[in-house]
Structures are given as C-alpha cells and as structure tokens.
C-alpha cells in the first residue's frame, strides 16, 4: 500500500499475515483506516481495517473471500452464515486488532441500504470476530442503522447505552464530540448500535467523517477520556503527536463484554490504486509485509536443483499417480517468491501443484529418491514451504527447488537447516555464515549427490539490492574458495510497469533490440499476469511472468516444445489445474536476429 506509513501496525505478526493477504487480491481500490482503542489504564494503537467492494474482485469474489477466511482461520461455526450473507454484501472490511492479551481477526459484511425507507433500522454491518491463537473465542456482531435520528434522538440513544451510573462521565464526552460533530454545516451524523448476541456487549458507533474535522481538533475531549481511564499522560501525548493531523472519521463507544466502558478512535483512512507488486527486495514496504505466515508455517527459503537427466517414458520408475495429492480446505497458495495468492477458481478436488512435479519425476524416470527428498524436505520446514521448478533444456528435464524466508537474519528455516534435513540423501561441506542477511539459498543437485557418490560443493545465495528503483535481488555463489557474483533480478508489475520492464529488456549485453522483437521476449500472451521479472545473468538474460492461468500455462508449454507428454498431462487435467496461477520463465540470448532458448521452466509450491 504504497504512500501509506503501515510498518508499525504490521509489526505484529498476525497483522502482517492478514495485510499481505489482503493486499494478494490485487483489487483496483484498497482502503487502509487504523484506529486506536482507549480504556482502562491504556491506549491500545495497533488495529486497522482493510476494505473493498465486493465486486473489485472480478471472478468467484464470494468464494474468493471465503477461501480467505479458511486461511485466516475463521471458525467453522462462522462459514454457514457467512456464505449465505456474503450474496447481499457491497463492501468487505478485514480487521485486526492487539489487545494486551491476544489477537483477533475480523470480517465485516457490509450491505446495500439502497431502497430502504429512510425512517427504517438497517442491518449495515455483520462482523465475524475471532482469536488468533483461540477459535473458541469468537462473537458474531451485528450493526444496526437507525436511519433519519436527529442529534436528540442520537442523545436519547446513548443514555440507553450507558444505563450505569458509572459509565455516566463516558456518556457526557460522547455527548460533547457528538455536538461537535452536528455543529459543522451540513453535516449529518450516522448512527449505529452495536448488539452481540451472546453477551450484554452495549455499543454505538458514530460516523463523522464528513464533519471534516482532524484528529486534533478533539484534544479537549482526548484529554477527558486519557483522565476518565487513568492513562499515562506521555502515552497519550506521544499517540496524539503522530495522529494529530488526521482526519477524524468514527467514534464507537460503550460498554464492552467484560462490563468495561471504552472508546474507539477510527482516523485517517487512505485509499490505495492500483495492483500490488509482488517480488523480492529491499524497499522498505516489501519489508514490512515480510512478517507474514509465521503463524503458519516457518519462513525461510531455499532452492534445490537437480541437474538435468535425460527425458524418458519412465520405464521402471516411480508411478506418479499413485503420490497424488488433492486439495484441502486449509490449503495454502504460494508464487514463485513465496508471496500468498488466492485461487481463481473453486478449489474442491482439485489437484494440489506438487502433482506436476511428481509427473515430471516419472517422466524422466527418477527413483523412490527424488520423491524422499521432496518429502524430507516437508517434515523439516512444512507443506507449502518449498517453490518448486520443472526446467527443460530442450532434450532434457531439470528441476529446483526454491525456498524463502523474509526474516532475514531473524530466520526459522536457515541454509544449515535444510542441509541438515536432507544430509542422509545428499551431503554438503560447504561452509555457512548464518549471520549474513540472506532471503533464500540454492542448491545444486546432481545424480551423483542423489547416490552420494559425491558431496554437494556449492551453495547459492540470495540477497535484497537496497536502492534499486524496484524489487530486486542478487545472487551469490558460496563454494568452500571465494564468493562469486552470479545474477540480478527486477521485478515489475506487469500492467503499470510494463514500460520500465521493456527498458530493463532493452538493456542488454546479450540482446541486440535493432534486431529482435521485444514482443518475443515480453510475449503479448503472457504478459497479461501480475509480475514480470527480468533477469541478468553472466551469460544469459531471463524473462518470468508470474501468476499466469493455465491456459497461459498451455501455451508457454507449447511455445517452448515442451514434452508432449507434459503437454498433454496439463490438457487432460486442466479442469483440476484450473484453480491456480504458475509461473514461468525463459534463459535467452540473441544471434544476430534469431532468439535462442536456453532453458525454460514452469513454478509451482509443495
């Protein structure tokens, strides 16, 4: 969410997941609107909402959404009524808020109220709300609008509210900002009261936003509320500096489930256009959305590659179809980087990608080894942890495996880990510095290594590329001699920046643009997909398009004279394959005016 100061609030972990994952829709327009919570004897700033039109996502938007909240691990209890309220919603609002306890996650439902008599009550909202870290604590809460209330009839509401004598001096200050609110020309004040089912939860919410009024402007009032609730003075003071200047949008209040009065202060909300880039590097935002999954699963990254082996009909080998795998509700959707996507179409039945891999493994004939290295790999970092890659030379398949992990020195999942997992198939002695600030390592993986006829003597590494204008990254050779500098990759958004990513293209000592299309290089075909990265290498450039279909997916196969066995496998199983995006990419090198293709290969996760 570029222009827009998140990092703080995605300090925390969960906040972090659910922002990435939100973001991972790619919708046109993503609202960002924190809020701080005031009560008693703190002030609690780490909460946001996240909100979009329903219809921002083009395709299966219902399913889409639901199979977001399997991910954010909604409890089960919620789907029922959410798919059946999920038709009549306009909006989606996601939230987060930390407590001083615990973490929850949120889902707001909001509806149409067009068409409804103006002095009629309104259901606007209905919200999901549960624990992280407890699916037993969850509350379903439901907004209602009372439409057409004068700021009398709002005063009347509130005392309701507040019924106890002790929450009287709450009341007095929710009285005072709402006058302030109804004093500004023109304005109408939204009201909205908020029950939950299974407690005595007593709240309102009041929508002020088009009061114009800044943050600042209610100091008198913040004042009374940090005095009301024994706040510390400096803490109060320090929040009120950095928000001061914001535009003051909801005041919610009342009393709480545990019998708490409270305040909630929702500001500033910002609006984001256009898609986000997902990549790897440096820039400080791409930092900040790396706290993601690590509730999940661990993060950190590696890539194993097998050199190639000749293609075969796989006499002899491993029957793939016996290892196949099918999709399960709490599956997890991954690119190329290890950045979260979500599936384009229903995900019931369908095959997981590790399928492909497993049939390109009996394609080329590989034995039961291949197989346990996939599935040692998987008890030692998790399902869906490990990017894989299936690459063809053009008379002969290769693979690598990929690994990531954002944290960086803070890492889980280090290069001496997965050495470690897979030492009993393939041993390596070369030395590890696990203080150097990598993001993903490689390895190289022969038949030899496979047999342990020989030890692994090389390991690539991967570093961010601080001041580069876009997402980027370097790779490294670690031998037991010296380091050596291997490759750089930019990644562009494929619509906004498809023009820098020609420029990149056309900058080139291995290409010369006088004499080659750069459509043959940026394919029309594939270019309509959410990354474009472009590669430099000692003795080639690369062109990947990520999150690509897979009838896109069908002509890259074709384009590159891929197997037609693989082909074919794709064709025969589309309808299984069709819920996912790929990725894909292409080693090329110019000959006067003939492009040249190296090597090729498609992307998926295991």
């Not at 950095?242 to 910002?270: M, P, S, T």
Request: net charge negative; charged share 25%.
């Amino acid at each position: 969410m570029r222009n827009i100061d998140v990092s703080s609030a995605l300090e925390n972990r969960h906040a972090g997941f659910l922002f990435h994952q939100v973001e991972c829709l790619n919708t046109p327009r993503l609202a960002w609107e924190p809020s701080v919570r005031f009560c008693r004897n703190a002030i609690l700033p780490n909460r946001f909402l996240l909100t979009f039109a329903k219809k921002a996502i083009q395709h299966n938007s219902e399913e889409t959404i639901l199979t977001l909240c399997r991910r954010l691990q909604m409890p089960e209890v919620f789907f029922g009524t959410a798919r059946q309220s999920l038709p009549l919603a306009k909006l989606i609002h996601f939230g987060f808020e930390e407590n001083e306890t615990s973490s929850l996650y949120k889902m707001y439902l909001e509806f149409d109220p067009k068409g409804i008599l103006p002095n009629r009550s309104f259901l606007l909202h209905r919200a999901f709300k549960w624990d992280v870290a407890d699916k037993e604590r969850h509350v379903l809460t439901e907004y209602i609008w009372h439409r057409s209330l004068d700021v009398p009839g709002i005063m009347d509401r509130l005392e309701g509210v507040y019924q106890d004598s002790r929450s009287q001096e709450s009341l007095a200050i929710a009285q005072e900002i709402l006058q302030l609110a109804a004093s500004r020309p023109g304005h109408e004040v939204a009201y909205l009261e908020v029950t939950e089912p299974t407690n005595d939860r007593r709240s309102f919410d009041l929508n002020m936003y088009d009061a114009l009024l800044l943050v600042g402007d209610l100091y008198p009032y913040l004042l009374k509320i940090t005095e009301h609730f024994r706040i510390p003075a400096q803490q109060f003071q320090d929040l009120f500096e950095r928000i001061k200047c914001k535009r003051f949008g909801h005041l919610a209040g009342g009393i709480h489930r545990g019998g708490q009065d409270f305040f909630n202060l929702y500001y500033g909300v910002e609006w984001r256009e256009g898609k986000t880039v997902a990549g790897f590097g440096d820039q400080e935002e791409r930092n900040s959305l790396a706290q993601i999954s690590r509730t999940s699963v661990p993060r950190n990254g590696a890539m194993l590659e097998t050199t190639a082996l000749p293609f075969q009909n796989g006499s002899g080998s491993i029957k793939a179809g016996d290892r196949y795998e099918i999709t399960a509700g709490d599956d997890h959707y991954y690119n190329y980087c290890w950045w979260p996507y979500l599936p384009v179409a229903s995900v019931e039945n369908k095959f997981r990608p590790v399928n492909l891999l497993y049939h390109s493994f009996e394609l080329a004939g590989l034995d039961a080894r291949a197989y346990q290295l996939v599935q040692r790999i998987r008890e030692a970092i998790g399902l869906f942890r490990t990017v894989w890659g299936v690459k063809w030379l053009g008379d002969r398949l290769a693979w690598e495996f990929y690994f990531y992990d954002y944290q960086r020195r803070q890492r889980e999942v280090s290069i001496s880990r997965v050495l470690e997992a897979i030492r009993p198939i393939i041993r390596c002695d070369v030395p590890v510095n696990e203080s150097l600030g990598y993001f993903m390592f490689s390895l190289d993986v022969n038949g030899e290594l496979l047999s342990g006829a020989r030890t692994l003597d090389v390991v690539h590494m991967y570093i961010g590329n601080p001041g580069s204008r876009v997402s980027s990254g370097i790779a490294y050779a670690l031998t037991a001699g010296p380091t050596v500098l291997e490759n750089f990759y930019f990644f562009f958004e494929a619509t906004r920046d498809l023009r820098q990513a020609a420029e990149k293209v056309l900058h080139s000592a291995h290409v010369d643009v006088a004499h080659i299309d750069i459509d043959r290089i940026l394919r029309p075909e594939l270019r309509d997909c959410n990354t474009i990265c472009i590669a430099n290498k000692q003795r080639n450039d690369t062109a990947y398009f990520s999150g690509v279909n897979v009838d896109q997916l069908l002509f890259f196969l074709k384009l590159l004279d891929y197997p037609a066995q693989i082909v074919g496998f794709v064709e025969a199983n589309r309808s299984k394959l069709d819920h996912l995006l790929y990725d894909v990419g292409f080693d090329y090198v110019a000959k006067e005016d003939e492009l040249v293709i190296l090597k090729s290969g498609y992307y998926g996760v295991f």
